[in-house]
């Protein structure tokens, strides 16, 4: 599959797939928080256009990275979905 875009941070890289699906690349070693979540679901919003409920995001999260309540609930609240039509999570 072909990246036709990419969004790189420090902890991650969001990428948009030449099939429409979106791509979330976490790195290892990271502590996700509040913060970094808003930042990865901007970045769903700019590889899809800014449309709402479009999105078929999966993430692939290595073994030692983690995720803070805060950004485990913003990622769940209407708001952290706002961009998803469907997401799975894929842990190494």
Do not use: C, H, P
Not at 7 to 25: C, D, M, P, T, W
Not at 48 to 66: C, D, F, P, R
């Amino acid at each position: 599959m072909e990246i036709i875009k990419q969004i790189e941070f420090e902890y991650a890289k969001v990428q948009l797939l030449s099939n429409g699906i979106i791509r979330i690349e976490m790195f290892d070693g990271y502590i996700i928080d509040l913060e970094e979540s808003v930042q990865i679901n901007i970045a769903e919003g700019e590889l899809l256009n800014g449309k709402l409920g479009e999105g078929l995001i999966y993430m692939v999260a290595e073994s030692t990275t983690q995720f803070t309540n805060e950004a485990r609930e913003f990622s769940a609240s209407k708001e952290g979905l706002r961009f998803s039509k469907a997401e799975a999570i894929i842990a190494k």
